[in-house]
Every structure is written in C-alpha cells, then in structure tokens.
C-alpha cells in the first residue's frame, strides 16, 4: 500500500489539488499559489494558513515563548508580503500540554501581540485545545487591491530572477542550534531562524508600481521555492551560484556543516526573503527602491523557456541541475 | 507557578481577550463569539476556526476517515449556522503521520468533498506537514446579511429559551464506543458523535425571519454553551430537565452509564444543535418553521434577570444549581 512517505509533500498537494477543483469565479487563486484570493466588488481578500508544531518546526528549547509567538505570526504574514498585499486579521488555534506554565503562554502572546503591532493585525479569533506537544495553526487574512497583487505565475522568459536579503543563515543557524544548543551557537544566525522578519514593505512596494511578473517568499528553501514559481509560470531559469547573497556570518560557519558553501542557501528553508521576476528595463528602479528601503535585493539568475528547466550556473561557468531541490516533508 | 490546569479553557480565553483587545471598527465580533465578522461595504464576513487533534478530540479506531474529514468541516460550518450565515470557503492545515496509508488520506478528502458538496462550500487553501498525530485545523469563511445576524448576546428577559434536535446523543455515543468499541456499539448514538450535521438551514431561517434574539450551538454542551450566551447577554435562565429533549436511543442506553438520566444531555459536548432564545409572540412561527424543516424544535427554559443565575427545574418542581457545568480543555 503507497504512503504518504512515497509520494511526499508535494505529491500530496497536488492529489488535493486534483481532488477539489472548484469553479467559483470569485475564487481568482486557490490551492497553489501560498495565498488563496477572493475578489469581493470592492477588493480583493488574500487568506494563507500555516501550522507549526512542536518537534517539527520547533523546539522549546532553543525558542522562547515570546519569539514563538512572533514567528508564528511572521511566517504568515511573510506570504502575504509575496503577494504585494496588507495583513488584516487573524485567526490562532493552539494545542496546548496540560502542565504549560502560565507565564509561557502570557509570553508567548506577548510576542504575537508585539508582531501584530508592528504590522497593525487584529487577532479576532481562534480555537483552543488541550495537546501532547504544542501546536500552532494562524489562519491570516488581508487585502490587496485589485489588479495589483502578485502570484506565482506571471514570470516572462527574459525576465530577471531578483532575491531580497541574504540566503542561508536560517537554516545554517538551525543546523548550528542542532548541534552545539543555544549556548554555542552564534547569535547572528540563530536569530535568522528564531526570529524572522516578514517584507511587507518590500512586497507592497514591488507590487503597487507593477514592476515585477511573478513573486513567492522564500520559505521551504531557494531552490524549491523557484521551483514552484517557474512551474506556475511555464518557463525555466538557470541561477548564478556565486550571485547568491549571502551574509558574512554565514560564510564564516558554513564550512564546519558543509563542503559546499551554497548548500543551506540553496536549500535551506526559512529564510522568508522575496524572490521575484521583472523585465530588464526595471533594474534602476528595482536598484533605487533596495537603496531607498535599505534592503538588498540582488539579480541572481535570469528566466529561460520552460524546456530549459531549472539549472545553476558554477563560478566556473559550468552548468549543472541540481539533483535535489530541498527538504519536503513525509520523504 | 500557575499552569493551564489551574486556569482551564474559559480561563485562558478570558485572557486572551483581554491581552488582544483590538479598536478596529470594521470588527463587529471578535474573540468571544464562534465566529469573528468582519463588516466591508457590502456585506458581513464570518471567520470561524475549529482544532481537531487525535487521542484528543478523536481516534482512528473509532472512526473511518471518510467521516472525519466530513465532520472536520461540519463541526465549523455548525458555528456559521449558530450566527444565521451562509458558508463560502475554507481553508486546511493538516499534521499527517509519515506512514499513514495514501487511502486513508483518499478517503479524508472524499469525506471534506462530500461535505462541502453537500453545503457548497470551496476548499482554497492550507497546510500540510509532518505530524506524530494527525492534526487538523480548518478556518472556514462564511458571509451574512448585515443586520441579519444572531450573536450570543442579545436575548432578553422573558424570552423562551429553544433547542433545536435531541441532545447528549453524540456523548452517549462516544461513551459507549469508549467502553465496549465499535462493534459492541448502538449504531444511532455512534453515528451522532462520528457524523454530526450542521444545522445550516435553520440558521439561515431562524436569522432571516429575526425571529430570534440570540443564538448559539450546542458544541460543548447545553449547560456549557448556555452559560455562554447567558454570559455574553448578561442575563439569567431556567431551564425544566423533563423538557429537554431526549432520542428514544438515548433513553434506552443512558442508564447503563450514568445515574442521572440528563447527564449526557446537560454535559455532553458534540451535539452541533442550536440553542436560542425568542420572545414568546414568536412561538408560533417556530413551531411552523420545525414543521416545515421537520427538525424537532423544544422550548427548554426561560430567560431570567442575571441575578438568578443558570439553574434547573426537576420535574417535581425542584430548582437547583448545577455544580459543574460540563466538560473544559486543560482542567
């Protein structure tokens, strides 16, 4: 009998695609893209879920309550961000041990309510359940104007790949944290992954002046995440190993965990960075709004006809596939 | 150090209102009803999110996947049903064990399609990853008449107090699967806890009219989920134990499992019926609309000032508190 372990992540997500198709013309995205996307008269209405939970996606002791609490929010709205759209509302259900202690549940909500500050979100709602291991599913709504959200789709051979930020320190943090716990770990990296920080700002930006074709966040790992975008899109792209961005810090440790130097920014999750597709002739401007946002966002690879797949570009010049595109879950 | 045991369910969600309390005027409710709204232009959105885990809420032995899924999606259709709403979408995290069968997740989905067929319902979205248990986690959207929607609070002295259905038949069921497992079990009661039904129409029909002053579903139990709206109308109540209605099923096998012939009905959760509250010129039209839904409607109390707290009437004419009101996460 097939598992799930056989087929995978992916595997199953396009199953559920294929099990509930839908044909409601209100429904302008649904399974496939991060965000599903109801046009009301007035708007458009973006809706992403995301589950985290314990020993899966986290431990209790390498995160506090409170950056628990933070992430859970930012990993959702950092799909949002990939649409250009602004976070509204959310909705939290958690699973919670019997034996919890008080002050870890105020903290942790202490920093749910620190990130709902910062990006002016509502928590409305949600569900409440006694648990083994602490679970956290936020479902997000926001709203983005019509005609002006990005998708998955949209990128034109030509095009330029854009990346925000640095790749990497995530997930070479997390390897860090694995190994040597909190107390040997460097601080810098361990952040990336404790603490990330949604583009909001960023995605609002690209999508309000119509420069870009197609955007995703880079959350499952660089090469996955291009993935997904070039199959939505119909085209290919070949990526610069040596243009991916990444942090001094990151290049300092990445030799103790890898033989090679591009491995967690290839294909590390959690990043939570934009990756993104634009013509040629928007470079200035994509060049003025990092400068002008004091984020960097760098030109890592260029968008090719769908037969020419998904390839990288060595130091060298030499081309190659990559064999694995990253982690999935149930493999 | 206080701990969740110490707090319990209703504790820590009168904390969290207060740690969330939000200023947004397009919010009409937020934490503390079912079901959040939203207001836009047009019209009322309701967001409802509901947790289901194993060994919690439920477990494989006892239940097919076919119906889980089914009643994964019922269980938050029943909080649209409890406001008068009409369900339009929802979205699905699932945590899934690396070796469960493929056919088994076949078989989830055909049970959420089944359900969301049968209500018209479009799944847009979710999560899936790797998970010791199965979890799932469904936020549904649904949407409302402005000025036709019923809330908790809103009921007012004098009116009659109604229940739609039998009660305690889903917890009898889920009792007698606890002891004797599913083959040694009544069929009728099993299927209430494994295949509940979510009173949709007579939401719609009991808001449209604005025939009644308050609603909620019976999901935690009747007392429960009466102190509830009580609660939130700032009102008291009787109800008479005699009137509350019992399937013949129920009658039969109660005794074998309790001394008191209501403790399932009073404190049984799962139900899914709605319980609301109408002035009595409305009594009439009610006992018309049962008819013509042929679902049983019964009067089963009075509203009373707050002073007078919740308490019961035995048939001898007997009144008593009820000291435990039922069943809470945590405690």
Chains 1, 2 share one sequence.
Not at 17 to 42: C, F, H, Q, Y
Not at 106 to 117: E, H, M, P
Request: net charge positive; hydrophobic share 40%; charged share 25%.
């Amino acid at each position: 009998m097939k598992g799930l372990s056989e087929i995978g992540e992916f595997g199953l997500i396009k199953r559920i695609r294929k099990w509930t198709s839908t044909t409601n013309p209100a429904l302008v995205k649904g399974i496939g893209d991060d965000v599903a996307v109801i046009e009301s008269a007035e708007k458009s209405w973006l809706i992403t879920t995301d589950l985290l939970i314990e020993g899966i996606h986290f431990e209790r002791s390498w995160t506090d309550p409170f950056h628990l609490g933070r992430k859970a929010l930012f990993v959702n709205l950092s799909d949002i961000a990939a649409m250009g759209g602004t976070p509204k509302y959310f909705l939290i259900s958690l699973g919670l041990p019997k034996n919890l202690p008080l002050p870890f549940i105020t903290s942790f909500y202490q920093g749910l309510k620190n990130g709902a500050k910062r990006f002016r979100v509502d928590l409305i709602g949600g569900d409440t359940s006694l648990s083994k291991k602490i679970i956290i599913n936020i479902c997000l709504l926001g709203e983005g104007k019509k005609g002006s959200l990005l998708f998955r789709s949209g990128a034109k051979v030509g095009d330029d790949l854009f990346v925000s930020g640095t790749l990497g320190d995530a997930a070479l943090g997390l390897r860090i944290l694995q190994k040597n716990g909190l107390r040997g770990s460097p601080k810098g990296l361990v952040n990336k992954h404790i603490s990330p920080f949604p583009r909001i700002h960023l995605g609002q930006a690209i999508a309000k002046h119509h420069w870009a074709t197609a955007m995703i966040d880079v959350s499952d790992g660089l090469l996955i995440d291009t993935h997904h975008l070039l199959e939505e899109s119909r085209v290919g792209a070949h990526i610069w190993e040596d243009r991916i961005p990444l942090s001094t810090r990151y290049q300092q440790w990445v030799h103790a965990f890898s033989r090679n130097p591009y491995q967690f920014a290839l294909r590390g999750g959690e990043d939570y960075e934009l990756l993104f597709t634009a013509p040629p002739e928007m470079r200035r401007r994509i060049s003025r709004l990092a400068l002008s946002l004091k984020t960097p966002i760098t030109k890592i690879g260029e968008i090719l006809p769908k037969k020419e797949g998904l390839h990288l570009i060595r130091k060298d010049g030499r081309r190659y596939s990559p064999s694995c595109l990253g982690f999935e879950h149930f493999r």
